[in-house]
Antibody, heavy 118, light 107 residues
């Protein structure tokens, strides 16, 4: 079955960077776009950006444009989301999700908690 | 950016009740709207896409209507397992945005 499995929780200090991975299985990896969202405690979901897993083309939210990089490794069926210059406000659950066009996000990763604390 | 609002923010209803949640967009999004259910500590789960299309495997007690700027999600007969937070989400243009959520408690 289609599955996205994310890397484990991370604790980072302010100013550091974090990499969250999202490993896909059960479908042809390069046929879909993977998108990233985050959800701070008690808050709504916030879209961060996406990557076309086939071409590698990316699009980012203006809010995160200067700090986020999304890449993919087609040999490992894995997408990576790097976020730099972390601050306490970046403490959140980070999700990857497969974009299925009209069906929007049909499969989600389990989420990765990133905690930013000194 | 297109802003999404939802009402109510919380609701409590009994098993078997009919429940309706409203989502509004700050500008017309045609029918590019989806509904998700999220349980505590879990990833969101797609319920409805394109405003009214039921995702495969989702019980038929869930339905969606609307177009333009106003949308509704209806649960025709609330079940205990429906306790969750429900989010609407537009995909008319980037940036994609989500509503603030409606927490549903089943009494």
């Amino acid at each position: 079955q289609v599955q996205l499995v994310q890397s484990g929780a991370a604790v980072k200090k302010p100013g550091a960077s974090v990499r969250v991975s999202c490993k896909a299985s059960g479908y042809t990896f390069t046929n879909y776009t993977i998108q990233w969202m985050r959800q701070a405690p008690g808050q709504r979901l916030e879209w961060m950006g996406w990557i076309d897993a086939g071409s590698g083309y990316t699009k980012y939210s203006q809010k995160f444009q200067d700090r986020v990089t999304i890449t993919r490794d087609t040999s490992a069926n894995t997408v990576y989301m790097d976020l730099t210059s972390l601050r306490s406000e970046d403490t959140a659950m980070y999700y990857c999700a497969r974009w299925a066009g009209q069906r929007t996000f049909d499969t989600w990763g389990q989420g990765t908690l990133v905690t930013v604390s000194s | 950016d297109i802003q999404m609002t939802q009402s109510p923010s919380t609701l409590s209803a009994s098993v078997g009740d009919r429940v309706t949640i409203t989502c509004r967009a700050s500008q017309s999004i045609s029918t590019w709207l989806a509904w998700y259910l999220q349980k505590a500590g879990k990833a969101p789960k797609l319920l409805i896409y394109k405003a009214s299309s039921l995702e495969s495997g989702v019980p038929s007690r869930f339905s969606g209507t609307g177009s333009g700027t106003e949308f509704t999600l209806t649960i025709s007969s609330l079940q205990p397992d429906d306790s969750a937070t429900y989010y609407c989400h537009h995909y008319y243009s980037y940036p994609l945005t989500f509503g603030p959520g409606t927490k549903v408690d089943v009494k």
